[in-house]
């Protein structure tokens, strides 16, 4: 069992990625290990909220949530890659939002599963920021799905070759 969550302390002092593994779930966790954590190319306001990652037969995927904590504090999506899961994680696409946000919301949390062909995105999001409280304000929740064979065109450019042999045996 995989278990990806925020070290504390982090090491930096931005939020950043931990890993921690189990062999059965309930007992014997390892210590965590910092995976991934923010680095020059990001703002100074950016820490790594939370990651959800699923396994497929190319590597690991991850939904990093972004939480920039200039007021009002938004969180959005980054696609992050790594061939095992632990190290090297590559941010995809740039580093743009891998999901736009909605106009006028100013969040969006991410988990996800992969049934058959197919990453199945489950998202939770709202119009307030994340340091906002707002009693009569609700969250949202939205479904989005893409081929795995479409989220293997976003791995780093480094394996350009193997997704054209994936297109060639579709």
Not at 138 to 154: G, M, P
Request: charged share 20%; proline share 6%; glycine share 6%.
């Amino acid at each position: 069992y995989r278990c990806y969550i925020r070290p504390f302390p982090p090491k930096i002092a931005r939020r950043s990625i931990g890993y921690m593994e189990s062999r059965d779930h309930r007992t014997g966790w390892s210590n965590v290990v910092e995976v991934l954590v923010p680095d020059s190319q990001d703002k100074p306001t950016e820490h790594f909220y939370m990651m959800s990652v699923v396994k497929t037969n190319f590597g690991y995927f991850g939904l990093l949530t972004i939480y920039d904590t200039v007021q009002p504090g938004t969180t959005y999506l980054q696609l992050v890659y790594s061939q095992n899961g632990v190290t090297n994680w590559h941010r995809c696409n740039d580093r743009k939002p891998f999901i736009n946000l909605k106009p006028g919301y100013l969040q969006m949390y991410g988990n996800w599963n992969v049934i058959g062909d197919t990453a199945y995105i489950h998202t939770i999001e709202g119009k307030t920021g994340h340091d906002v409280y707002m009693p009569n304000e609700y969250l949202h929740s939205s479904r989005y799905k893409i081929k795995l064979t479409d989220l293997y065109a976003y791995k780093p450019e480094a394996d350009s070759l193997l997704i054209e042999r994936l297109k060639a045996n579709l």
